[in-house]
């Protein structure tokens, strides 16, 4: 299991267009991908559960991968959320 901690850079924080992208990012990988905000816990390959976590620019999230490919997933999810998840 690998974790890094990153901030949400785009303005509108995690709305429907950035976590789609987070999620097609996600979903390149095997691993488990979950990130979690203040007390909740999101399955990063749901574009419901990213929506339901309601994170806003500025937040801070933590990323977390667990599986065979988590090292690759995880630098891919960062670079993902840092580059503005195309916005």
Do not use: W, Y
Request: include cysteine; proline fraction near 2%.
């Amino acid at each position: 299991m690998v974790s890094q901690k990153v901030v949400i850079q785009n303005p509108t924080g995690l709305h429907l267009r950035p976590a789609g992208i987070l999620c097609k990012t996600a979903m390149q990988f095997k691993a488990l991908i979950t990130f979690t905000f203040e007390n909740t816990t999101a399955n990063a390959k749901s574009v419901l559960s990213v929506l339901g976590a309601c994170v806003k620019s500025g937040d801070e999230i933590e990323i977390i991968c667990e599986g065979v490919d988590e090292t690759a997933a995880l630098a891919a999810m960062v670079e993902a959320v840092e580059s503005g998840l195309g916005e």
